[in-house]
């Protein structure tokens, strides 16, 4: 029998306690959102990385951006995309200057829905961390996830 390498085994039971707090919090995100505003947590994480896009040349995301920023491969952004677009909350188009490069923004309503569910998520991640925190396996990486919150708190 093989013995254990004890850095190994903390080193998995640290990626063990970070799954476990993503899924959580995804959980929570999610039951919220979807019961509040019809939206999933990959939608809304969609609408929010598009959102963010500034105008002007330079200023606009290829999909494979998007999918990095969502965490989706690109087919599954692009079914993602598709499913928005198709309930008014996205729309697409060519890009200017590289026909083959295809543009993608919020529209008036997505971003109205977006700003709408911007509470509920951001309400709803403050709890799920709380509640985390709560749990000693957890709550160091709550406080390491706290403590990366604070630069990009302004960047909505």
Same mark, same amino acid.
């Not at 896009?53 to 330079?58: A, D, L």
């Not at 991640?125 to 919150?149: D, G, M, S, Y």
């Given at each position: 029998m093989a013995a &254990?390498? %004890?850095?190994? &085994?903390?080193l998995a039971d640290g990626w063990d306690a970070l799954s476990v707090l993503h899924d959580r919090i995804e959980t929570h995100l999610e039951r919220a959102l979807q019961a509040r505003?019809?939206?999933?947590?990959?939608?809304?994480?969609?609408?929010?990385?598009?959102a963010r896009?500034?105008?002007?040349?330079?200023g606009h995301l290829q999909m494979k951006q998007v999918a990095d920023a969502v965490v989706l491969s690109q087919s599954a952004t692009t079914r993602l995309v598709s499913r928005l677009e198709d309930r008014g909350l996205l729309?697409?188009?060519?890009?200017?200057?590289?026909?083959?490069?295809i543009y993608t923004?919020?529209?008036?309503?997505?971003?109205?829905?977006?700003?709408?569910?911007? *509470?509920t998520?951001?309400?709803?991640?403050?709890?799920?961390?709380?509640?985390?925190?709560?749990? *000693?396996?957890?709550?160091?990486?709550?406080?390491?996830?706290?403590?990366?919150?604070? %630069?990009?708190?302004?960047?909505?």
């Open positions: &254990t390498d %004890p850095a190994l &085994t903390a505003h019809d939206l999933s947590a990959r939608e809304y994480a969609l609408l929010d990385v598009l896009q500034h105008g002007g040349e330079g729309t697409r188009y060519l890009c200017p200057t590289d026909r083959r490069g923004d919020v529209t008036e309503q997505g971003r109205k829905l977006l700003e709408e569910a911007r *509470p998520h951001d309400a709803t991640l403050r709890e799920a961390l709380a509640e985390a925190a709560r749990n *000693p396996e957890l709550a160091p990486l709550v406080e390491a996830v706290r403590t990366i919150e604070a %630069p990009t708190a302004g960047r909505r």
